[in-house]
């Protein structure tokens, strides 16, 4: 009933720390019989580690060599081997996670969406040495197996400092919203666009249907699950662990007028008033096509997620702000925001992605803890954890609660919220 984890939970490791270079050395050791003729070494100098991993002048990082039969891994950066590289810890962290799967298409991808993430962050350069085919092979195989175990960055704060995101945070506890422009490329938005539409053009236009499931749907879909800024707001807000609450799509035609007056997205789960303090859902919006003037782009209160209320049956739209952004913005909001969406009445098609996102112990509208393997198998832990299959809930057995999980969730420091969220509506 439960998908298996592609790795267990005691073999994940953070990015270049001691257990990850551990494992790069026994994964190469055993395969470095078969290849007696190899002579290559990388190293990866690592700006900005989080402060767990290292502190003080010293550059961070880690050699790896293998010379004929012989692996060798330093927990220290050197210039002296065939391919050096040297990035931002966070900038590259989203390079290491990813698995390619021997697809160059991915590679690619990854390269131009995590690049625009980083653009003065510099980030690592896909430098392709020309190696002998079965010593490409073997690297390739490394880092896949690499990107199955490497977990995010715990440090939230150090994430948030690192890919700029310090103003947006401050917004999304002030005003419960927050734009992040250029978050994905226009090729980006044509894949989304195209995979968007397959799934609805079975639909009659403009009855309402929302594509859901996305996880489900595509690799495209369990890319923009990951996109490293969200997650970073997402754990911000939600604590780390948090779910997918729901992936869906929707379509707005002209002269459709999908959300009229304002909800908020507390009100799928029927959350009980008071609200708490904390924050229990968040929904970033992908703008894949543009949202603004008479595009029917959505409406917002700022600052009412503080009311702690659900919104009155009949409130209009009186007061609010029109979310305007360009293709390739990604909004993000507090799921107690009160907000709607206005009519669409320009010609076309606005297309976006409706992500949300939920703290570990809220129940989620959609369920993904049965995903196929294969799915979970081409993602990082992020993935699956998203997914649900890394928290102790609903795997009890016949000898008990699953330890092993719930150990995990708080060693990972599962429901800890980085910030304090912003003035409280009662001070
Ligand atoms: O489509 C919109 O503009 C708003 C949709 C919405 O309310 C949501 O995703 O929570
Ligand atoms: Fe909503």
């Known amino acids: 009933m439960f998908t298996e984890l592609p790795t267990p939970l005691g073999e994940r490791v953070e ?3 001691a257990g990850w270079l551990k494992e790069v050395e026994r994964f190469l050791s055993e ?11 990388f190293s990866m100098r690592l700006d900005n580690p989080p402060p767990h991993l290292h502190e003080g002048p ?16 330093s927990p220290t950066p050197s210039e002296a081997v065939d391919v050096h590289r040297r990035a931002d810890y966070n900038a590259a962290l989203p390079f290491a996670w990813t ?60 994430r948030i400092k690192h890919f700029g995101l310090t103003a947006n945070v401050a917004e999304l506890a002030e005003r419960g919203y927050t734009v992040l422009p250029n978050a994905f490329s226009a090729e980006f938005a044509d894949a ?5 539409h397959r799934n609805h053009d079975a639909n009659p236009p403009n009855a309402g249907f929302r594509a859901t499931m996305l996880l489900k749907r595509g690799r495209v879909w369990e890319e923009a699950a990951v996109h490293p800024w969200v997650l970073t707001l997402a754990d911000w807000l939600l604590g780390r662990g948090c779910l997918m609450y729901q992936s869906d799509t929707i379509v707005k035609g002209a002269g459709l007028d999908t959300h009229p007056g304002l909800h908020s997205d507390y009100a799928a789960s029927m959350v009980a008033e008071p609200f708490p303090e904390f924050c229990l859902e968040a929904t970033a919006v992908w703008a894949i096509d543009d949202f603004r003037g008479d595009a029917g782009p959505t409406c917002v209160l700022p600052g009412s997620h503080r009311k702690g209320r659900q919104v009155p049956a009949g409130t209009t739209q009186a007061g609010t702000s029109t979310l305007e952004m360009p293709s390739g913005s990604i909004a993000f909001w507090h799921g107690a925001l009160w907000h709607g969406s206005t009519l669409r009445k320009a010609p076309g098609k606005r297309t976006s992605l409706h992500n949300a996102y939920s703290r570990n112990f809220v129940r ?4 993904y803890e049965d995903i196929d393997a294969d799915i979970l198998n081409r993602n990082p832990p992020a993935f699956a954890t998203l997914c649900g299959l890394d928290d102790a809930f609903g795997k009890s057995g016949e000898a008990g609660a699953d330890f092993a999980r719930l150990g ?15 003035p409280s509506r009662f001070g």
Request: charged share 25%; glycine share 8%.
């Open 192 to 196: 989304l666009r195209a995979e968007t």
């Open 364 to 367: 989620p509208v959609e369920r």
């Open 58 to 73: 010293e550059p961070f990082g880690f050699t790896v060599s293998l010379q004929r039969g012989a692996v060798a891994v």
């Open 99 to 158: 698995v390619h799967g021997g697809d160059d298409g991915i590679r690619a991808r990854i390269q131009r969406e995590y690049h625009l993430l980083a653009s003065d962050r510099y980030p690592p350069t896909d430098a392709h040495p020309h190696l002998e085919r079965r010593l490409a092979q073997t690297l390739a195989d490394l880092h896949d197996h690499m990107a199955r175990r490497t977990v995010n960055n715990p440090d939230v704060e150090h």
């Open 31 to 41: 395969r470095a019989d078969a290849l007696p003729d190899a002579e290559f070494a």
């Open 408 to 422: 995990y969730a708080a060693k990972a420091g599962y429901g800890r919220t980085a910030l304090p969220q912003g």
């Open 15 to 17: 990015f270049a720390s």
